[in-house]
Structure formats: C-alpha cells, structure tokens
T-cell receptor
Framework: EDQVTQSPEALRLQEGESSSLNCSYT??????LFWYRQDPGKGPEFLFT???AGEEKEKERLKATLTKKESFLHITAPKPEDSATYLC?????????????FGKGTSLLVTP | DADVTQTPRNRITKTGKRIMLECSQT?????MYWYRQDPGLGLRLIYY???????NKGEISDGYSVSRQAQAKFSLSLESAIPNQTALYFC????????????FGPGTRLLVL
C-alpha cells in the first residue's frame, strides 16, 4: 500500500535549536514531493517541490532534501514564528493516473 | 485579495440537513479539488475536477457530491449531513499537471450536530 509517514508527530524546540523533520514514502513512480506549512485554522501554504533524489531547496531558515526513500525538512536556528504544522505530500503515478497522498504532519512549536 | 476563497468559513448544521460549501478562485487554474482534514487522519481527497466537464471521485466521496459551475467555481454538497462529516474542509487548485502544487483556500469548519 502506498504510504507517506511523517515523524515526529510533534516537536518542541527552543529558539535557535536546529532540527529536522522526516517524511518517508513507499510509493512507486514518484513524480514530486511537496512540503507545506499550515498555521492553525488556515489552509496549507506551499513551501517546496522536490522531483529527484539529491535535490535540495532552501527558503530562509528551511531546507528540504530528497532521497529515494525519504525527505527531510531542516530548520536552522528556528524562531517562534516558525511554529506551525508541516505537511509532506507525494505525487505519484497510480493505475488510474496521477495521485497525491498527504502525510499526517509534524506539529512544530518553537519557544522563545 | 485571496486567490482561493471558501464560503462559509464556519457552519453548524443538524443531522439530515443538506448543505453546500462553495469555492471560488481567481488563479485561472483548471484543476480544482475538495479535501477534508480530521485530527490524526491528515488531508483526504473527496472529489476533484480537471475542467468544467470533468468530475472525479476521490478517496472518500460517499455522502458527498460536487458541481463545477465554471472554471472558477467548484461546490461541495453534503446531501444528508451526519455527525462524522464534522471536519475542516479545504478547496484547492493546481495549474497544469494533475495533483501538482496545490493552492489551498482558507477552509470551512463544519460541525454536524
């Protein structure tokens, strides 16, 4: 069964304490891997798309990387405003065409 | 102004009632999607549409129907609401390829009593 798993479910960091979020996937026929940020009560907001193993994307304190089995979202020197839920989604080719599976998310809290 | 808008933002209804959630977009995208989000279950696809004449069922379409009134409008209906349809509902759009980068609306919080 195709699956996207994010870990940890929740993460609490002190301001400035760098860490990484993980998204592992078992889909075949990967087309793209997406990272989104979701603030409470709001819709997910697009962060990055990664297409092939070895690819990296950066935006401010965030860097996303991709291997053949997983992706990492590295957060360097986080600030309280980085607190949010981070969602991973995998686009892949299924029997009925392209499909998209979301992980359940990692809830990040950054304390001052 | 928001590119993807949803109305209403919050709705309380009773079991058995028919309700409609509306989505409009100004992004000019052909592809539109409806998702629901439940704590611990993540985002799940209800229906999607790749153009005005195209409607497809997603993972959890039972109890729901949709209407694509125009390129910019995609509505979700609950024919006879039940309590386990209490959830956060999101509309999304994408540009070219099916299920590529999704642009989400702000969501509708639905409570079915």
């Amino acid at each position: 069964e195709d699956q996207v798993t994010q870990s940890p479910e929740a993460l609490r960091l002190q301001e400035g304490e760098s860490s990484s979020l993980n998204c592992s996937y078992t889909v075949s026929g990967l087309r793209g891997l997406f990272w989104y940020r979701q603030d409470p009560g709001k819709g997910p907001e697009f962060l990055f798309t990664l297409y092939s193993a070895g690819e990296e994307k950066e935006k401010e304190r965030l860097k996303a990387t991709l291997t053949k089995k997983e992706s990492f979202l590295h957060i360097t020197a986080p600030k309280p405003e980085d607190s949010a839920t981070y969602l991973c989604a995998v686009q892949f080719l299924s029997n009925s065409g392209y499909a998209l599976n979301f992980g359940k998310g990692t809830s990040l809290l950054v304390t001052p | 102004d928001a590119d993807v808008t949803q109305t209403p933002r919050n709705r309380i209804t009773k079991t058995g009632k028919r309700i409609m959630l509306e989505c409009s977009q100004t992004k000019g995208h052909d592809r539109m999607y409806w998702y629901r989000q439940d704590p611990g279950l993540g985002l799940r696809l209800i229906y999607y549409s790749f153009d005005v004449k195209d409607i497809n069922k997603g993972e959890i379409s039972d109890g729901y129907s949709v209407s694509r009134q125009a390129q910019a409008k995609f509505s979700l209906s609950l024919e006879s609401a039940i309590p386990n349809q209490t959830a956060l509902y999101f509309c999304a759009t994408s540009r070219n390829q099916a299920f590529e980068t999704q642009y989400f609306g702000p969501g509708t919080r639905l409570l079915v009593l």
